[in-house]
Nanobody
Framework: VQLVESGGGLAQAGGSLRLSCSAS????????MSWHRQAPGKQRELVAL????????IYADSVKGRFTISRDDAKITVYLQMNSLKPDDTAVYYC????????????????WGQGTRVTVSS
């Protein structure tokens, strides 16, 4: 399974960006897909997550009300709509997916994308 992100770039404070992450490969079930970010000198942190079964979403407090995670099951794609961007949102954003990749093994395997850089200028 491969995860490919797109949509990063440069935005001004107050602006918007939309990230996309598409999964390819053999996937029998999706446990969840999520976005994480890592700013320079900081640990990687969870930004938003959406479950595979019922679409429940979880957000970091720092992005609640500004970011929205959504998914397209047919395309196995997850999106992150980022509005009201702040300079503190500057980071490399990584897509993560936890998938069942074996038909008779219900355990999840964790996959990461290569990351896409988001820079927000003040």
């Amino acid at each position: 399974v491969q995860l490919v992100e797109s949509g990063g770039g440069l935005a001004q404070a107050g602006g918007s960006l939309r990230l996309s992450c598409s999964a390819s490969g053999i996937i029998f079930a999706i446990s969840d897909m999520s976005w994480h970010r890592q700013a320079p000198g900081k640990q990687r942190e969870l930004v938003a997550l959406i479950t595979g079964r019922d679409g429940t979403t979880i957000y970091a407090d720092s992005v609640k009300g500004r970011f929205t995670i959504s998914r397209d099951d047919a395309k196995i794609t997850v999106y992150l709509q980022m509005n009201s961007l702040k300079p503190d949102d500057t980071a490399v954003y990584y897509c993560n997916g936890r998938f069942q990749v074996a038909e008779r093994d219900l355990s999840d395997t964790n996959f990461w994308g290569q990351g896409t850089r988001v820079t927000v200028s003040s």
